[in-house]
């Protein structure tokens, strides 16, 4: 009984079909089932799946965003209902796209993962001033920095920024992301991990959030 | 073969003709902080002032060697005289749009008076003095926004992003507006002495849309442009453009400009099972390669672009302010190499 819901939970996510989930969601309180196994084995497996669509050219960013939305209604529904410990990261995040740079699509996407995971986000938004990113991380002590960036232009400012929180705090794990980020870029500016587009973001986010939670 | 002059060179390769080597230009912008020092024109001012802008975009030629020079350094001129309101980067960024003016569904006017609208009139006077100071040696190119790219910066690329799937036909209206705007900025610009058009149409990546919303809301407007355009036009569009290659080269545009990531054998090979010789532009990676690499490494990327077949050496996108000269100047250093 429960799986079905399971499955239309994930099927309404990669269908973007809102209405779906939403009833999906609602019947799984009904019937009293844990809020974070239908998010978890519900809503983020279909997100899974419309990343491997994704991959494979089937569907790209628009249809990644009406999933999104999809996720979001179910994400809505449930989180009130998570218990508080159970499934927590416990982890507190930090992101935003970098200054000069007001493309936040591949930001979003990470951010809605996180708060799935029931991260404490701080999200400064877009075209964000570098030093903002330094003050906010010491600010909330954050176990994790995201920086985004979509232009050859605005991406080098993430250089420094790395620099200056590993100078301040070289436990902070930093994840840069964007279209012209590459693995060899984040590697030389001492990046603990990379996605070059909302796809590995959202890939690298759930990585991320499972090696945190195995930490914690 | 006789030595060409960048004009020759830039031309012949644009028409399919023998050169003498291969042009070396930047179809995006190209400002870098060393310029800047060195003109003594830098940003912010460079984006308002007529005089330095031109004195900026003459790097290009003076420091860089390259054959072709370009204004502007940002892509918000068009959204700007639509009512964006735009956030300064200060000395060392690019202007963004920080308030999308429209929501869609609104109703939108052509601007009266559009060509005189913020700082287009200095982008305008910026090619008049770059005509006249260096346009008997290189190129001068004028750069616009396509239509496609233009329309999201009116509402945001969130919400126009669904909507281009959803209900692309509410789109529409709002694309052939923009295709309006770059269309009237461009005919300024070669009125103004604009040997080449380059259309940068970034937004219609595969980064961003499938080629279906490609061939249905981009594809139609750049080549209205095109056609309405007296001279050759390069399009410029980010990410693997692979699945699109050929569609674009049907707007008639007179080159395209890729970024490293397109399979350049397989893409020419393509275009030419479909009787199409558009000649493609790029080769060098603007952050990998000229941003973090060296010049060693610029010439190893110039010499594969060469050997797989581009038509001229262009870095695939925007320039990195903060790259250094010399990495820019071995593009040319290695080009000529193969001087015949």
Redesign the interface.
């Known amino acids: 009984m429960s799986q079905a819901i399971l499955d239309q939970l994930k099927e309404g996510v990669v269908n973007y079909d809102e209405e779906a989930v939403i009833t999906a969601a609602n019947e799984a309180l009904a019937q009293e089932m844990d809020a974070h196994s239908a998010i978890f084995d519900g809503l983020v497996p279909g997100m899974v799946e419309v990343g491997r669509l994704y991959e494979e ?1 089937e569907y ?4 990644m ?2 999933c999104a ?1 999809a996720m979001y209604a179910g994400l809505n529904i449930l989180k009130p209902h998570m218990k508080k410990k159970e499934g927590s990261a416990n982890g507190v995040v930090v992101m935003g796209v970098v ?7 591949g930001k ?1 996407i990470v951010r809605m993962m996180f708060d799935a995971s029931g991260f404490e986000v701080h999200d400064l938004g877009r ?1 964000v001033p570098l030093d903002k990113f330094v003050e906010e991380q010491l600010k909330t002590d954050s176990n994790l920095v995201c920086l985004s960036a979509m ?7 993430m250089k420094e920024i790395i620099e200056k929180i590993k100078e301040k705090n070289p436990k902070c794990k930093i994840m840069i992301g964007g ?2 980020v ?1 693995e ?2 984040a590697s ?1 500016w001492g990046a603990d991990g990379y996605a070059r ?1 909302a796809n590995n973001a959202l890939k690298d986010a759930i990585n991320m959030i499972s090696s945190l939670k195995s930490i914690s | 073969m006789h030595t060409m002059t960048s004009r020759e060179r830039f031309m012949a390769a644009l028409n399919g003709q023998s050169v003498d080597r291969l042009p070396v230009i930047s179809v995006c ?1 190209h400002a870098t902080y060393d310029q800047m020092e060195q003109l003594n024109s830098a940003w912010p001012d460079a984006f308002h002032d007529a005089k330095l802008m031109a004195k900026l975009a003459s790097g290009g030629q003076s420091i860089l060697g390259f054959d072709a020079v370009r204004v502007p350094f940002c892509q918000t001129h068009e959204a700007e005289a639509f009512g964006a309101v735009l ?1 300064y ?1 200060g000395k ?3 202007p ?3 308030i999308h003016p429209y929501h869609i569904g609104d109703t939108i006017d052509f601007p009266a008076d559009f060509l005189s609208k913020g700082r287009i009139p200095a982008l305008l006077e910026a090619i008049r003095i770059l005509k006249r100071d260096v346009g008997d040696q290189v190129i001068v190119m004028g750069g616009i926004i396509g239509a496609f790219s233009i329309a999201s910066l009116l509402f945001g ?2 919400d126009y ?2 909507a ?3 209900k692309p036909s509410d789109l529409v209206p709002y694309i052939e507006l923009c295709e309006r705007a770059g269309t009237t900025l461009a005919k300024a610009m070669i009125e103004a002495g604009a040997d080449v058009i380059v259309v940068e149409d970034m937004v219609a990546s ?5 080629p279906k ?1 490609y061939r249905t809301l981009a594809w139609e407007y750049e080549k209205d442009q095109v056609e309405a355009l007296s001279v050759p036009t390069i399009i410029h569009i ?2 693997k453009t692979d ?1 699109i290659i050929v569609d674009i080269a049907k707007t008639g545009c007179a080159a395209i400009s890729v970024e490293t990531t397109v399979n350049i054998p397989k893409a020419l090979e393509n275009l030419q099972s479909e009787g199409l010789t558009t000649p493609l532009i790029g080769g060098v990676d ?3 390669t000229l ?2 690499g060296q010049p060693e490494d610029v010439k190893y990327e110039v010499r594969n672009a060469i050997a797989e077949g581009l038509s001229m050496i262009s870095p695939g ?6 790259t250094r000269t010399a990495n820019l100047r071995a593009m040319v250093d290695t080009a000529k190499e193969y001087q015949a």
């Open positions: 050219q790209f960013v628009p249809e965003l009406m939305d200054q000069g740079d007001v493309h936040d699509i979003n075209d232009m050859t232009t605005t991406m080098v400012g279209a012209p590459t060899d870029i030389r587009d | 912008q956030k980067g060392l960024g690019l963004s749009v920080d690329v969130t992003l669904k281009s799937f959803k595969m980064d961003m849309i499938s919303i980010c990410g699945p603007p952050v990998k941003f973090t996108c925007s320039v990195p302010p903060a």
